[in-house]
């Protein structure tokens, strides 16, 4: 089982920045793609951004220039820094980890962007 914990979530104005965190624990495995995913009221859960283990990242269009995403394999953490935020980035954000076929999720962050 693996287990993933996001942080760093919270209230921002737009053009605000926020770094979101996701520490994974348990049977984690070297060869994995984590990713960030987010779920607005109302909305779908739709893929902000991923990468896999040798750091090949791919990001959705409306985040591309604004968020970057990155990873540290040896503390099994993934990171989201967010820049420039708008309103509609206001939403819950998910951390996803898949590994051998198996996809882990965890509980969410709230992110609010509103002034």
């Known amino acids: 089982q693996v287990q993933l914990v996001e942080s760093g979530g919270g209230l921002v104005q737009p053009g605000g920045s926020l770094r979101l965190s996701c520490a994974a624990s348990?049977?984690?495995?070297?060869?994995?793609?984590m990713g960030w995913y987010r779920q607005a009221a109302g909305k779908q859960r739709e893929l902000v951004a991923n990468?896999?283990?040798?750091?090949?990242?791919h990001y959705a269009d409306f985040v591309k220039g604004r968020f970057t995403i990155s990873r540290d394999n040896a503390k099994n953490t993934m990171y989201l820094q967010m820049n420039s935020l708008k309103p509609e980035d206001t939403a819950v954000y998910y951390c996803?980890?898949?590994?051998?076929?198996?996809?882990?999720w965890g509980q969410g962050t709230q992110v609010t962007v509103s002034s």
């Open positions: 996803n980890l898949i590994a051998t076929a198996e996809s882990y």
């Open positions: 348990g049977s984690v495995f070297s060869i994995n793609v």
């Open positions: 990468i896999n283990s040798i750091r090949t990242r």
